[in-house]
Every structure is written in structure tokens, then in C-alpha cells.
């Protein structure tokens, strides 16, 4: 927090030094629209900076003047004299508190209130406080301009290609060891400078992600909303620069997301979706670019509401915006001066943002693409040159050229000899079968028309679209290369991603594996249409154990609830105090079972975990890890069961972990036990204990010790010699012999299983 | 009114070339090819530290291959890209008058494509080489 403390002090400086002028200008003539726009975009990222910082006053000051330059941007109110006297005493403060911030000093803020009031329009005309400047403390970092570190970077390689040069000379010649123990120590030096010089350039974009969860975290709170901030990709490398370009716009986005995107909690209920929201920041390098994706599972962007507030604010003509495709209708987010909130809030403000960030974004060559998905979620993705990037690659050798291959893309290196590994020609067209698989085999040198030679070397590359043996004279070595774009003309051929100069100083080309596939003509046709699909609607299912539970039937729990599956022996196991309980080690945990397992030595149960308490649930068998579809039948009455869902085509029912933690009774929910009261012709046996077994009643003909009866039946005529159970009389006639008559006849089976249930003990 | 121009010739003419194009001029080493990609690409060059994409002057003329041994150029930078234009020979840098194209004057071939003037050396007229004309445009060439 410290670092990003440090970076917000010095960029409000800088940009406080920069607008200086600005605010003169803007004095001087108050209706000057540039002017405005430069103070009011001042203000607006120190408002955004001190949400997520922690700064309650700067915030306040900043949302205040932010409101009064607003109104003016909106032709609300005419800057005066008194008003542009307001902004700057407030521009002034902010100068004031950082400076006192950086210096740990304390600031009095009882004046505060009255500079806010002075923005009003009716305020009186104040003599601007004259505080006392507070003493700058010195910083342990400095910012430099990015120039002077491009100056540094290429001196640096000139550096590395004099010490080859001279290595190169004093190789021929007959060297003294001192001299050669010189240049060693040198090559060091100079190999570390290089990392060190790289460094100062480079930075894992983790340095942009570091301070997300936090922010989330706040934001989600201030709005009552339940966020899960997912980070993928934080090992990516991007240029230092492009880093710093990045992060204002990237927590726009992000704070837009959470504030106009994601629901809250009730109507994220109501729509079906979790009530926690799900928010995806991810990097990831795709030939030279880097993409940062936003996605969030909120409710998208309302383009109907979007085109009626541009309308309104008459940024466009009705027939204008009826002539709109989807697409730039959807870039009207980006418009200056549109919202599609209606009340304005403290955490993304009025849609000022967007225009600001595709702006910034723009300005360093990126691009913003918009996936809208009304009702499913909004996916932003950036697309930012890779103007300089460090890049794992490998060399390899074709004739009397060499080119990098990035390392990411390969999958293994595999040389023609043996039966693994053979080059075959199916028609005009070459194959590789590498252990059983096939898959096409592009000959470097013979579409590069560097050699007609067959190559002894295969690279199995993988691409998006799928996998090929890209086939090379030799395979040289690994180096990590500085990447740069190569000229229009070199990048028209299709299959360079970019070039580089290593060591030896001579330029070399950086291959794009997808761009030669397609160069090649190879098709990767089923793929790329399973691709198409995935493409189409994204949604990550929940996943979840399927399990045969101790009844027999097949159940599923989700998978995150589930701390391990274990095998305990069934002695672990005590019916005490009124609940099942499972030993473990020295703790004892409520366990949940559905059924009878006495008759087994171990039963595997499944250790439930909610983060804090922990319980057990006896099962059969773990069968799988499924992926739950999105419909979900619901149950009908409580109990532990959420729904059935459909699995592989078949109907599992989905346990409902609240339930099992909110505390259900804890109970062995073994079938109800039926005494049948036999008579010796086998009537009860044969016709009634397959249908009362399938109505869920456990049938016995005589009790074994230690057990009792829910309930007992018996024939009108063979009475049972003692109640060991409330009794169901059944009879041969159909009609039932006077009122009294409790008895029920003996195929009349609704009636049978009502009377069954409504006797029986519980 | 006179401008910079660096005299130079390039497939035996003489020709003038805008100093404001014209980064430096060097002798560049070692060409590594550039496989696929148009005739115009002779390769690319180190210039230092930077990569520099050579340009065949001859072939962007649609003239004949520049030879091998013609290693002199003049470096242009074009949308942030450096480029080498391989020249036979360069004289030296002087102001010169730009003049219109002498009416009736029938360029062909490349020349057409890259002449945008007329500069006048005792007497003796010199056709102004657009670089960034000789530089490829994206989408030429593949």
C-alpha cells in the first residue's frame, strides 16, 4: 500500500505541475472549454485514486469540485470569478494535503468545510486561506522519462555487441590469460547490467493486479455488493511504461463493473445467478499483443438505454443513432459525457470514465473491445501492443538462417529417427506420426524455399487451432530476446511475430506458429468448430462430486464444500447425545448418513467444511467430478436435497450443503420398519412386501433383537399375538363390514400405504 | 525558397532526397533475409543496436536487383519503423529550389511513383525521390 501511496503523491505532483498552467489559462478565461476539461480530469483522478487509497478528505474535496465542474461541463453553470476562485482554493488543498501526506505531517482541516460551501452558487467570495507550506520529505524513488530508459536499453545492447566484438578478436589471436580473466569479469558485468537495465523496463503486470483485490474488496463493500475477484495470468510480463498507462484505466473499468455491472446480491437472486458476483481480470500474451480481459457475470450493458440517453443528451440524431449497428451503438459507453446510470454515485461517477479510459488506452496504441451479453456479463478486453517484451524463445536452424520460436508455443522437439517418429505423405500433403498421433508436418525450409532437404528435426508446435511438427535442420538453443515489431512489409508475409536482436548481432526473425499454419494451409477444421462453439457462451458450470450415497442412489454435492474424501472405520462412528457423530483424531464432528452402514467395517465420508465448522457425510462411493448443468429441478419440501439435476442423462439429485450446516436434524433416515403378521399362505410375503417395499418400508416377518416396528399388518383373521406396533388390519372383502370397521381391504393399495403412514410410529 | 536535399544516385541516376526524410546515411553489414516476404525486402540490417528493414532501391524502382556489393544507404523512418534504402552512391547535402515536375515530363515505372519534384544542380536537373514512396505500404507485398 505504501508503494501505491508513494506513486499517488508523486503523479498528483506531477500532474498538479503540469496543470498549473492550466488553471492560469483557465483564470484568465473561465469559458474555455480545453481548459476545463484538463482540471476536471485532474480532479476526477484524484477522486478515483482515493477511494481505493483510503484518503476520506482528498476524496471529499475532489467529489465536490468534480460536481461544480460537472454542472459547468454541462452548461449548468457559468464559471464566474468567485466559482473559478472556489476550484483553485480546492485545487490548491489537494497540493497542500499531499505534500502533508508525503511528509507524515498533519494538515487542519477546519477550514474544509468552507471551501466545499464556497462552490455553491450563492456563496460569498472568500480571500483564499494562505496555509502554511509543509516541508517536502525526501523519496526514496524517482520517476524518470521513459526516454532516457529507451537510451539506457540500447546503449546497454551496443554495449553487449562491443564486448563480442572485442571477445570475437581476441579469440584469433594468442591471448595472456590476464587479458582473457579481464574480459571474463567484464562479460559478467556487462551480463548483469543487461538484467538490470532490462529490469528497469520490464514489470510483471502483477504490479497492476496487486492492488485489485483490495480495491475490489472496498468498492464491493461501499455498494453492498458481493464480488469474487479472480486474477489469472499475473506472470505476464509488459513493458513498465505500459503498466502505468494501464492502471488508471484498468481500475475505471473495474470499478465501473462492480458499480453499473454486477447486481446486488437480491437481484442477482432473482435473475437465478450466485449472489456473489464474479469478476475475471486476466492477462495473456497473443503474438504481439498483450490482452487484458475484464469479464464480469453481471447484467451487461443496457444498449437500448445507452441509444435513449444519447439521444437525450443530443450527442447524436435519432436517425443517426437508428441507422447505428450493435456494435457502435455499444461504443457509446466511450461517448464524452454519457452515463447510463441515472443518479450519480461517488465510485464511477457519471461516465466521465469510459471516454477517459478508451482515450488513454488509444494513446498507447491499444484497443477496447466490448462482448455484451445483456442479462450474462460484459467482457472488456484491451488489447495493448507489445511494444517491448522479453520472450522465452528457442532457435532454431534452417539451412543457413535461424529463427526464434517463442517457447510458449512449443509443445516438444522430437528428431526423425526410429518408428516414433516418422514423416509420411498422405497425397501432396506431409504428415508426422509422433507416437501414434498424426498431425501435419510444415517444412520450414521448403516454405521458407531455404533448403529441399527433409528435415531431421520436428518441433510439435500447438496453436490455438490445434497441433503440428513444424520441421527444422537443427535446434540451437534457448535465449530470452527483447521482441520488437518488424516492419509493415515483414509483417505482411504472415508468419513473423516480430524481430530481435540477440547477441551476435545479427537481426532475427520471430516465427508466429499460427501465422505459418495458416500460411501452410493447414485446416484444423473439427477444432476450430468446437472452438466456435466454446466461443458462443462461456459460462464456467459449477463443479461437483458425484457420489452413490448409502441408499443407493446417486447423489451430487459441489465440489467446494468438499474438504476430502476419506475412508473411516464405521467403530469412528457413535449415535450419542442425540446425533450421529464421526471421531477424528481428537475432534468430534456431526456426521450425516442417509442410511445403514452397519454392516460395513469402513465407510468413506466426505469431510464438508464451510471454511469454519465441519461436518461429515457418509457415502457408498465417490463415483466422479461432474460440472453441474445450470438447471436445477427444484425439490419439493426440506431437507438436504437442493434439486435434481441431470447428469450424463441421468437424474442425480444435488445435495443442499446450507441445509446439512444450517443444521437439519441429524438422523439415520434408514427405511421404517413393517412387521408383517404372517399367516403361513405366503399372501403377505409375495404380494405385499414388493409393493409396501417399494412405498420405502423395510418389511420382516419377525423382529430381531433390538429392533422395533414402525408399524405391523395382519389379516383380519390372524390377529398379531402381542402390539409390538400399532397395528394395520387388513380384510378379504371389499366392503368394509359396519363403520367401525378400521380394517382395510387387501388390494385397495392408496388406501393401504395412507393407512401404513398415518399409524406409524415416527 | 530552398530546402536541405542530400544528392545521391541510385540505378546511375542522380537524384535528390528531402534532407528532412533522410535520418543518416550508413554502410550497412550483414543482410539477413527475410523469407516470404516481397522482392522489395532485401533483409534485414543491424544499425547498432536498432534493426532496419533493407530496402531493394532497384526492385521498389522496378528497375533491376540492386547488386550485393552496393552496402550504402540512406535510413528513413517510417510510421516509427527505420528502413535502409540502398543507394549506389552519396555526393553531398545541399540547399536547393524545389520545382514543380517539368509539364509534359513522362516518368515510368517506378520512377513515376516516387519522382514529387525537381531540384536544379548547375543547370543540370535532379528528380526529387520521395523515401516514404519507396518505403512499402502495409498491405503491399505477401
Redesign the interface.
Known amino acids: 500500500m505504501d508503494d501505491l501511496l508513494q506513486e499517488f503523491i508523486a503523479e498528483t505532483r506531477e500532474t498538479l505541475e503540469a496543470i498549473s498552467g492550466e488553471i492560469v489559462a483557465w483564470e484568465l478565461a473561465p469559458a474555455d472549454g480545453a481548459r476545463l476539461d484538463a482540471i476536471f480530469r485532474f480532479v476526477h483522478t484524484v477522486k478515483g485514486s482515493c477511494g481505493f487509497l483510503d484518503l476520506p478528505r482528498l476524496a471529499r474535496l475532489s467529489h465536490a469540485a468534480e460536481d461544480v465542474l460537472a454542472a459547468v461541463r454541462d452548461g449548468n453553470r457559468t464559471p464566474d470569478t468567485a466559482l473559478v476562485n472556489a476550484v483553485l482554493g480546492i485545487v490548491d488543498r489537494i497540493a497542500q494535503i499531499v505534500d502533508a501526506i508525503d511528509a507524515g505531517a498533519t494538515l487542519d482541516d477546519s477550514d474544509e468545510h468552507a471551501l466545499i460551501a464556497a462552490l455553491a452558487p450563492d456563496a460569498q467570495p472568500t480571500a483564499p486561506a494562505a496555509a502554511a507550506p509543509v516541508g517536502r520529505s525526501a523519496s526514496r524513488s524517482v520517476r524518470l522519462n521513459v526516454d532516457l530508459l529507451d537510451h539506457m ?6 554495449m553487449v ?1 562491443a564486448r563480442n566484438e572485442l571477445a570475437r578478436q581476441l579469440r584469433d589471436g594468442d591471448v595472456d590469460p590476464k587479458v582473457e580473466a579481464a574480459l571474463e569479469r567484464l562479460s559478467l558485468t556487462v551480463a548483469d547490467m543487461r538484467d538490470t537495465v532490462t529490469r528497469t523496463r520490464m514489470q510483471k503486470v502483477d504490479a497492476l493486479f496487486s492492488a485489485l483485490p483490495r480495491m475490489v474488496r472496498d468498492t464491493s463493500a461501499e455498494l453492498c455488493k458481493a464480488v469474487n475477484l479472480v486474477i489469472e495470468g499475473a506472470d505476464v510480463e509488459l513493458d513498465r511504461e505500459m503498466i502505468e498507462l494501464m492502471r488508471d484505466p484498468l481500475v475505471h473499468i473495474i470499478r465501473n463493473c462492480i458499480d453499473h455491472g454486477i447486481e446486488t446480491p437480491m437481484a442477482r437472486r432473482a435473475a437465478g445467478k450466485p449472489e456473489t458476483g464474479r469478476l475475471v481480470v486476466s492477462a495473456r500474451q497473443s503474438g504481439n499483443q498483450i490482452l487484458i480481459e475484464v469479464s464480469d457475470d453481471g447484467q451487461g450493458i443496457d444498449v437500448a438505454r445507452i441509444v435513449a440517453k444519447a439521444a437525450e443528451k443530443k450527442l447524436h440524431t435519432p436517425t443517426e443513432l437508428v441507422a447505428m449497428s450493435e456494435t457502435s451503438r455499444l461504443q457509446l459507453i466511450f461517448a464524452p459525457g454519457l452515463s447510463s446510470r441515472d443518479t450519480v454515485t461517488a465510485t464511477s461517477g457519471r461516465g466521465v470514465g469510459m471516454d477517459v479510459v478508451r482515450a488513454n488506452i488509444e494513446q498507447i496504441g491499444g484497443r477496447v473491445v466490448l462482448v455484451n451479453t445483456p442479462g450474462r456479463g460484459l467482457r472488456i478486453i484491451i488489447n495493448v501492443p507489445l511494444t517491448l517484451s522479453i520472450l522465452s524463445t528457442i532457435i532454431v536452424g534452417v539451412g543457413t ?1 535461424r529463427f526464434a520460436l517463442p517457447r510458449q508455443a512449443i509443445e516438444e522437439i522430437v528428431m526423425v529417427r526410429g518408428d516414433q517418429v516418422r514423416p509420411d505423405m498422405i497425397g501432396d500433403a506431409a504428415t508426422a506420426t509422433v507416437r501414434g498421433k498424426r498431425m501435419p508436418l510444415v517444412s520450414l525450409g521448403d ?4 533448403t529441399k532437404d527433409a528435415p531431421p528435426t520436428l518441433v510439435i508446435v500447438s496453436t490455438r487451432e490445434g497441433d503440428y511438427a513444424l520441421g527444422v535442420d537443427t535446434v540451437l538453443d534457448t535465449e530470452e530476446l527483447v521482441v ?13 511475430a516480430g ?3 540477440p547477441d551476435n ?5 520471430l516465427l508466429d506458429a499460427s501465422g505459418i499454419a495458416a ?1 501452410a494451409g493447414l485446416r484444423f477444421a473439427p477444432v476450430a468448430a468446437a472452438d466456435a462453439v466454446t466461443l458462443e457462451e462461456v459460462v464456467p458450470g459449477i463443479p461437483a462430486l458425484l457420489f452413490d450415497d448409502l441408499d443407493g442412489q446417486r447423489r451430487a454435492i459441489a465440489l467446494a464444500v468438499i474438504d476430502r474424501v476419506e475412508p473411516v472405520s464405521t467403530e469412528a462412528i457413535r449415535w450419542s447425545a442425540g446425533a450421529m457423530r464421526l471421531s477424528v483424531g481428537d475432534a468430534i464432528i456431526p456426521l450425516y448418513a442417509v442410511g445403514d452402514f452397519a454392516s460395513r467395517r469402513e465407510v468413506a465420508v466426505l469431510r464438508l467444511t464451510d471454511g469454519e465448522s465441519e461436518m461429515a457425510y457418509a457415502i457408498a462411493e465417490a463415483i466422479e467430478i461432474v460440472e453441474l448443468p445450470f438447471e436445477i429441478a427444484p425439490a419439493r419440501g426440506s431437507g438436504p436435497i437442493a434439486g435434481v439435476v441431470l447428469i450424463a442423462g441421468e437424474q442425480v439429485e444435488l445435495i443442499d450443503p446450507h441445509a446439512l450446516f444450517s443444521g437439519q436434524p441429524v438422523m439415520i433416515a434408514s427405511p421404517p420398519v413393517c412387521l408383517l403378521q404372517v399367516d403361513g399362505s405366503g399372501w403377505m410375503e409375495t404380494f405385499l412386501k414388493p409393493a409396501l417395499e417399494a412405498s420405502g418400508y423395510r418389511c420382516v416377518t419377525s423382529l430381531s433383537k433390538g429392533e422395533t416396528a414402525a408399524v405391523a399388518l395382519a389379516m383380519e383373521d390372524a390377529p398379531p399375538c402381542e402390539a409390538l406396533a400399532p397395528v394395520v388390519t387388513l380384510r378379504r372383502a371389499i366392503s368394509a363390514d359396519g363403520a367401525n370397521d378400521a380394517s382395510i381391504y387387501r388390494y385397495d393399495r392408496p388406501a393401504l400405504i395412507a393407512a401404513l403412514a398415518a399409524r406409524r410410529t415416527i | 525558397m530552398t530546402d536541405l536535399f542530400l544528392v545521391a544516385h541510385i540505378a546511375g541516376r542522380g537524384v535528390a532526397i528531402a534532407a528532412a526524410q533522410v535520418d543518416s546515411v550508413v554502410d550497412i ?2 543482410i ?7 522482392a ?2 532485401r533483409g ?3 544499425l ?4 532496419v ?1 533493407v530496402i531493394d532501391t532497384g526492385i521498389a524502382l522496378g528497375l533491376s536487383r540492386t547488386p550485393d556489393t552496393m552496402r550504402r544507404a540512406v535510413i528513413t523512418v517510417a ?1 516509427g ?3 535502409a534504402i540502398l543507394v549506389d552512391s552519396v555526393e553531398d547535402v545541399a540547399p536547393f529550389t524545389r520545382l514543380p515536375l517539368s509539364p509534359g515530363l513522362a516518368l515510368h515505372g517506378g520512377w513515376a511513383a516516387v519522382g514529387c519534384g525537381l531540384v536544379e544542380r548547375d543547370g543540370e536537373p535532379l528528380l526529387i525521390l520521395d523515401l516514404a514512396a519507396v ?8
Open positions: 536499453m540500447s546503449g546497454m545492447s551496443d555487441l538462417q516454405l521458407f524455399k531455404l520488437k515489431p518488424a516492419s509493415p512489409a515483414v509483417m505482411a508475409t504472415g508468419v513473423y524481430m530481435t536482436l548481432g545479427l537481426p532475427m526473425l500460411v | 553489414g550483414e539477413v533475409a527475410v523469407p516470404r516476404a516481397d522489395v525486402v534485414l540490417a543491424a547498432r543496436s536498432r534493426v528493414t510510421e519503423h527505420h528502413y518505403v512499402p505500404a502495409p498491405g503491399l507485398a505477401a
